[in-house]
Every structure is written in structure tokens, then in C-alpha cells.
């Protein structure tokens, strides 16, 4: 049944209408044989209930012709649904329509803009047999906004907000919620960073950007639109509106080189290629596109996908080249690559000159005042001589005659501990040379820290070390004997060391000093506390424990001027560890008015110096003075003098 909703002003005609359908109901069902009205439905005492609604709870931006729609748990009388049972606030008034379970309210006009209303359906609204809904119902929801106040905003992108893999050469699109004032879409309210340029257009609600060039791959851009962009109202964005995205990888790369990169022994003969990802435009493979430095000259050729180089000539043999391949480099749909590619690789040794090599000793070896070299070369014509070559002069007339042998170079004119770089050169019949890899030998002492902080003559100058196959050798050097101008009188110098390279074990620090991280597994005593102690941490008492017999070092040796000394240790007393480091500190020096001077070799937190077992000295075994000179001269401090604190307790 559907009635039409009547405003409360007419409610006595209303009324009378409704009596008037009643009696002629009934007559005609009197006259159609005497039935009995209908009853309500026997049994059924469940209330009905609101299911959903139409427009939905707390909705926004509904449109303002909508109708308003309940949705109910079963079918709810006609009868008792009513502008007061069934209501929109703000006088809003209209008619009422039943499909199954659902009421529509029609409003007989159009709702407010930007306005929220609330539907309320009360509990006079009844189910067919007479339950009633068991409480009030209500909800709101609220309407468009008015497109005469409302600025436009984007509604959505095309790529989206942080988008990835985007299409170097796609449009960029903006949708906006409100048609636009096309004039103000340009290039200047319509913009891409990084430099990219494009035109601008617009149709239905949709600003679009396509990009004059395509993007740059695996670039992000930032699209902007001004707050200059405006409706057909002339209503602006509120704000400018941003989001950014990054385009894809290039398609066109490199995929492999001939030769491989960073290779060596390359053939100083053959073709270098390239292999790209994609088709080439060969016209864009040219020698300006694909070049070699080193002034290197050829020709440039392409077929399926390789690019080659064909030198003009023999690359120079033992050279390092670079090839480059430009941006100019195109594939057949215009598309360049992203940045210029470059390869290095170094060509083989000249297999036309003599090959020459430095037999023994090792790199970085000690040797003696004399180091005695073997040497050997090769070559398919023969080799007629080999030079030897040390720091660069030509050790004349000690030339060896044919493709192997050895020198004695007397090293007695250099300084211990410096560093010497020895090399050869071996000659063919046609005097084509070929030269030995370089290695360094030390003159009879490595020299293992320099302390270059102050040259004081009462001052450490520098710590040398060497390793036999029974003795860690070691050699304190001073700026001047400690004996001279500050008139001093008294010496003491200690060593710390450690053999097991781990910081936790052993004593971490002197005076609570740290010793640059070491935990210092013995320690080592020298001067007026002792010149023969070597003692052993003991971890759990914390205290330093005597290591070996009275005799004391392997040897120690304080030269006559006191400006410097030696001494040597058995690798078996610190129970042979593959290296040692240390860390010294030289209580140098007690002068007639009592001040100390002290100093480190090497300097505080400047890393570790260490000698290594394995690196043998290969010169003469030391054999020290029969008496230490010292000793036999004057003690480690004169009586009666300032005898320094022990600094090691």
C-alpha cells in the first residue's frame, strides 16, 4: 500500500481520508461474501530492527538529490511510518515509498549544500504484528559542499604518489574533483623538477603533462601545481599540491666487455668489444662513441649487439688502458645510455723481451752487510745479461753474464733499518730488456716505528726489530746518548708485550693509561729496575710473574756513547707466537735536580708495532760484546743520584 506523506497543517483532512478508505474497504469485502477483516499475525513477538542505512552513517559528500532509505529487519507496517516516526531535521519534508524490507524517503526538494542532517525513526514503528522498534533510531550524514565556495583539490595521479618503474616517456596526469579553469594550466603551474620540459593540457577534470624528451631512467621527479591552478569559479587550490616518483631502469646497459673489466694480461693484439642489452642504432656507433686512451686509434664497427674496437695497432705490452663508450651510444628507438660506460684492463707482458725475476731473498727481507741475491731470466732467443739495480743505480760491474746467478751487495754504506728497493734487468741478444718485479730488503734491522714528535737528545728516535729462527731481536735507538748534555743519571726503558693479539687477556693499561689496546701478555724491564727481568702477566692475581732463569736476555748490548742499545729474546720464553706487539715506554733519564722525562715509542694510540716471527733476518748471527760497554764503564745510575720510581709495580 503507498500513501502519500501530508504536512501536519492538514492532518483533519487527512484523518477524514483515512476513514473514508476504511468503510469502503470494508464494504467491498462485505459484498464479496461477508469475510472477516484481516487479522495481525498470530504469534510473532519479535520487535524489528534497523539493518542499514541509505546514506550510510557519518557519509559525507552526498549528493543533495538523494533519497534516504532504511533497511529493516522484516517488513514494518505502512501505516505506522509517518513524517513524525520516520523524520529528517532541518524541515525537510517529502514522500515515503515500501519495497520489501526497505523505507524510502523522497525529499520533495533538493538538501542543503555542506549541510549534516539527522534521520531519526522513532518507536512507534511497527513491525505487521504490532511489535514495536524497541528504541530510537538515528544517524546523520552529511551533504556536498557548495562548488561556489569549494576550491578544486586533486583527487588522484597517474603515476601515484611514490610510484616506481614509471615509463620514461609516459604522460603525467592529475584529476581534479571540480571542473578547472583551463587558462590556468600551463608549464609554469604544471611542473616536473630535474629540468624536464613538456606541454600541459586539459579535458575533463584531467590535467595532463607529457614530457618534451623522456625522462632520465631510475631518476625520481617531483611534479608540482601551483596554488595559481583555479576552477571555473575562480577558486584556487588551497595549497600548491606535490608528489614525486621514479622512473625505471635504463633498458640499454652494457652487459659484458672483451676484455673483462680490470683484467690483465689482455692480448695486445685483439679486437676490444662491447655487448649491449638492446638493438644499437649503428650510425651511433662511431670512434668518437667507443674510444681507447692512451691515443690509441682504430676502427669502430657494430652486428647484433656488439659494438667492437679494432686498434689500428699492437697496444703498448704491460699498459693499462681505459675504453669508454659515450652517451651518444643509442639503441634503435632513440633510447641513450645513462651515463658514459668505461672498462680498464692491462695488456700482456712483451712475450718479445726477456722475463726477469728475483729468486731470493723474499720481499721485505733483513738482510746483512752483505745480501747475497739469486736471480734467473728467460727468453726463447736466450738471455746474454741480468743488472741488478738497487734504489734505482746500476750496481756497475757486477753484472752477471747469461740467464742466471746471484750478487753480493755490500750494504755496509747504508743505514740500518732503511729500506732499499732492489730490481734487474735482463738483456736478449737484440738488447731488449725486460725488468723484475721491485721488492724491498732492510739493511740488518727493520726499522719498525719512528717517534718524530720532539728530537730531544735525551728522546727515543726510533724502535727497530728483526726475527731469527730462535730470537725476537729488538733495537732502541735515542736522539743523543742519555748520558750527555742534561747531565742525567739514571735510565730505565720498559717494553710491553703482547702474543696473542687479543686485548682482553693480559694488562690493558700503564698508569691508567691504555696501551693503544693491547693487552699486554709480559713485560719487559731495562735500566736502573732491571736489565734482565721478563715477566708474564698473571691474569687472576693481576700481578707480573718471573718468566725465566736469572740469565736473563738472549744478549743486551748498551753501546759506549749510551745511544742506543739492544737486546734479544727467545721466542721460546714468550712460547713462540707467530708475531709480537708492543708498545714501549722510556722513563728516560733522571738529571741532577730530580725531573723525569719520559716517552713513548711508538706515540700513544698510534696503532701497534709488530715483528713477525716468520720474517727472518737472513744476515749474520749478532754476537754481542763480551761486556756490555755500559757496564763496564759506569752504572745505570750514579750513587747518591735520584733513582727513579719503578713505574712497572
Known amino acids: 500500500m503507498r500513501r502519500m506523506f501530508i504536512p501536519s497543517s492538514r492532518k483533519a483532512p487527512e484523518i477524514i481520508f483515512r476513514i473514508t478508505a476504511l468503510l469502503a474497504a470494508g464494504l467491498l469485502l462485505l459484498s464479496c461474501g461477508g469475510s472477516d477483516p484481516p487479522t495481525k499475525s498470530d504469534g510473532d513477538t519479535t520487535p524489528p530492527t534497523v539493518k542499514a542505512t541509505i546514506p550510510a552513517d557519518n557519509a559525507t559528500n552526498i549528493a543533495r538529490d538523494t533519497s534516504i532509505s532504511v533497511v529493516f529487519s522484516e517488513p514494518v507496517d505502512s501505516l505506522t511510518v509517518s513524517s513524525s516516526t520516520f523524520s529528517i531535521d532541518g524541515g525537510v519534508s517529502g514522500s515515503y515509498s515500501f519495497v520489501g524490507d526497505t523505507v524510502r524517503l523522497t525529499p520533495s526538494s533538493n538538501l542543503a549544500y555542506g549541510t549534516t542532517y539527522t534521520a531519526t525513526i522513532s518507536t512507534a514503528v511497527t513491525d505487521t504484528a504490532d511489535n514495536k522498534l524497541q528504541a530510537v533510531y538515528s544517524w546523520s ?116 666487455t672483451v676484455p673483462a673489466d680490470n683484467s690483465t694480461s689482455a692480448n695486445a693484439v685483439d679486437p676490444i668489444t662491447a655487448t649491449f642489452s638492446l638493438d644499437l642504432d649503428s650510425t651511433t656507433v662511431t670512434t668518437s662513441s667507443f674510444t681507447i686512451n692512451n691515443g690509441v686509434t682504430g676502427v669502430v664497427s657494430y652486428s647484433n649487439k656488439v659494438a667492437t674496437f679494432t686498434p689500428s695497432d699492437t697496444l703498448m705490452y704491460s699498459t693499462r688502458y681505459t675504453a669508454t663508450i659515450s652517451t651518444d651510444i643509442a639503441d634503435t628507438s632513440g633510447i641513450h645510455l645513462d651515463s658514459p660506460f668505461q672498462f680498464s684492463f692491462t695488456t700482456q707482458v712483451n712475450p718479445f723481451i726477456p722475463l726477469a725475476f728475483i729468486d731470493s731473498p723474499a720481499d721485505s727481507a733483513i738482510v746483512g752487510d752483505t745480501a747475497h741475491i739469486s736471480v734467473f731470466a728467460t727468453h726463447p732467443i736466450g738471455v746474454v745479461r741480468i743488472e741488478l739495480y738497487v734504489d734505482g743505480v746500476h750496481m756497475v760491474g757486477a753484472d752477471i753474464m747469461g740467464g742466471f746467478g746471484s750478487f753480493d751487495w755490500d750494504a755496509t754504506a747504508s743505514d740500518i733499518g732503511t729500506p732499499h728497493r732492489i730490481y734487474v734487468k735482463a738483456y736478449d741478444a737484440d738488447n731488449r730488456v725486460g725488468v723484475s718485479d721491485t721488492l724491498v730488503l732492510y739493511h740488518r734491522w727493520q726499522t719498525l716505528a719512528e717517534d718524530i714528535n720532539d728530537p730531544w737528545p735525551t728522546d727515543i728516535r726510533r724502535v727497530l726489530g728483526r726475527s731469527t729462527d730462535s730470537l725476537l731481536e729488538l733495537r732502541y735507538e735515542f736522539w743523543g746518548s ?38 699486554a701478555d709480559y713485560l719487559m724491564i731495562v735500566g736502573v729496575h732491571g736489565d734482565t727481568a721478563l715477566s708474564s702477566y698473571n ?26 742499545f739492544e737486546v734479544g729474546i727467545k721466542w721460546s720464553d714468550l712460547s713462540n707466537p707467530d708475531a709480537v ?11 741532577q735536580v730530580g725531573s723525569f722525562l719520559a716517552d713513548w715509542a711508538p706515540d700513544q694510540g698510534n696503532g701497534h708495532t709488530e715483528v713477525i716471527h716468520s720474517n727472518r733476518y737472513i744476515g749474520p748471527p749478532y754476537t754481542p760484546p763480551p761486556v756490555s760497554a755500559v757496564s763496564s764503564t759506569r752504572p745505570l745510575f750514579k750513587p747518591g743520584s735520584l733513582v727513579p720510581p719503578n713505574p712497572f709495580k
Open 539 to 564: 691474569q687472576a692475581t693481576g700481578k707480573w710473574d718471573f718468566v725465566f732463569n736469572p740469565n736473563g736476555f738472549a744478549y743486551l748490548n748498551i753501546a759506549d756513547s749510551s745511544d742506543f
Open 482 to 519: 742519555w748520558a750527555d748534555a742534561f747531565n742525567d743519571t739514571s735510565f730505565d726503558l720498559g717494553v710491553y708485550l703482547d702474543v696473542d693479539n687479543f686485548s682482553m687477556t693480559g694488562r690493558t693499561d700503564f698508569a691508567g693509561t691504555p696501551l693503544n689496546g693491547i693487552g
Open 581 to 591: 706487539q708492543f708498545v714501549s715506554i722510556n722513563v728516560l733519564l733522571v738529571d
Open 141 to 256: 550524514f552529511k551533504t556536498v559542499p557548495d562548488p561556489s565556495t569549494t576550491p578544486p583539490v586533486v583527487v588522484s595521479t597517474v603515476p601515484g604518489s611514490n610510484a616506481s618503474d614509471v615509463v620514461a616517456d609516459d604522460p603525467i596526469r592529475a584529476t581534479f574533483s571540480k571542473e578547472l579553469d583551463s587558462t590556468t594550466l600551463t608549464t609554469s603551474t604544471f611542473t616536473l623538477d630535474n629540468g624536464a620540459t613538456g606541454t600541459v593540457t586539459y579535458a575533463n577534470k584531467v590535467a595532463t603533462f607529457t614530457p618534451t624528451q623522456p625522462l632520465n631512467y631510475n631518476t625520481q621527479y617531483t611534479v608540482t601545481i601551483s596554488a595559481t591552478v583555479a576552477d571555473t569559479l575562480g577558486i584556487h587550490l588551497v595549497a600548491p599540491y606535490q608528489w614525486s616518483f621514479t622512473t625505471q631502469t635504463n633498458p640499454l646497459y652494457v652487459v659484458s
